[in-house]
């Protein structure tokens, strides 16, 4: 099975707060799971990735959690600022080469 | 660098009319993708470009038609448009060896 499945759709959040996405995915030969963010009228860049062998990556406020045995990885945002409004996808894939597999998408919106 | 560059921007078709859907890269990538995001289903991949001269079917290829010109350039072709494929397409490009997608600003097509 290649799906990601992601969720929520979409997610209001006030300023401060965190936002949590979920992704899970049933292809156990992934090996890379990256977050791409995308701002309306844009193309998706990548925000972060992670590898299997790490359960956790933190970026600035930005950070994935990774469950393998569950087959399970998130995003968490910590204090969420409004300029973080935008589409979060996660995907997955199997490196080298591999294609992405996409999730469908969060719309994050951050309420001032 | 431009990065990833596509034309054009917008596009409105009638049904049963051709277009083709340019995209360039100056980052001297191997591989380029096409995908198509529409609202709730992700970024789907129509076609995808391992390399200069060599190019395979996607998740949703049916319809499209794909050219590698060169190293820089992946065109999309649409034969015969029909409503279904009103939707956002995005051209993409990475090293063989790198995960990074980078994604080009996309073109908005209609098909009335």
């Known amino acids: 099975q290649q799906q990601v499945k992601q969720s929520p759709q979409s997610l209001i959040v006030q300023k401060g707060g965190i936002s949590i996405i979920n992704c899970a995915y049933e292809?156990?030969?992934?090996?890379?799971f990256p977050w791409y963010q995308q701002f309306p009228g844009k193309g998706p860049a990548l925000l972060i990735a992670?590898?299997?062998?790490?359960s956790e990556k933190k970026e600035g406020r930005f950070t994935i959690s990774f469950n393998k045995s569950a087959k399970q990885f998130s995003l968490h945002i910590m204090d969420s600022q409004p300029g973080d409004s935008a589409t979060y996808f996660c995907?997955?894939?199997?490196?080298?080469?591999?294609?992405?597999?996409f999730g469908q998408g969060t719309e994050l919106s951050v309420k001032p | 660098n431009a990065g990833v560059t596509q034309t054009p921007k917008f596009q409105v078709l009638k049904t049963g009319q051709s277009m083709t859907l340019q995209c360039a890269q100056d980052?001297?990538?191997?591989?380029m993708y096409w995908y198509r995001q529409d609202p709730g289903m992700g970024l789907r991949l129509i076609y995808y470009?391992?390399?200069?001269?060599?190019?395979d079917k996607g998740e949703v290829p049916n319809g499209y038609n794909v050219s590698r010109l060169n190293k820089r350039e992946f065109s999309l072709r649409l034969e015969s448009a029909a409503p279904s494929q009103t939707s956002v397409y995005f051209c993409?490009?990475?090293?063989?060896?790198?995960?990074?997608?980078?994604f080009g600003p996309g073109t908005r097509l209609l098909v009335l």
């Open positions: 993409a490009s990475s090293d063989y060896l790198s995960e990074t997608q980078y």
């Open positions: 292809n156990t030969a992934f090996d890379y």
């Open positions: 992670i590898r299997p062998d790490v």
């Open positions: 995907a997955a894939s199997n490196l080298p080469g591999g294609k992405l597999i």
């Open positions: 980052m001297n990538h191997n591989s």
């Open positions: 470009s391992a390399s200069e001269g060599t190019t």
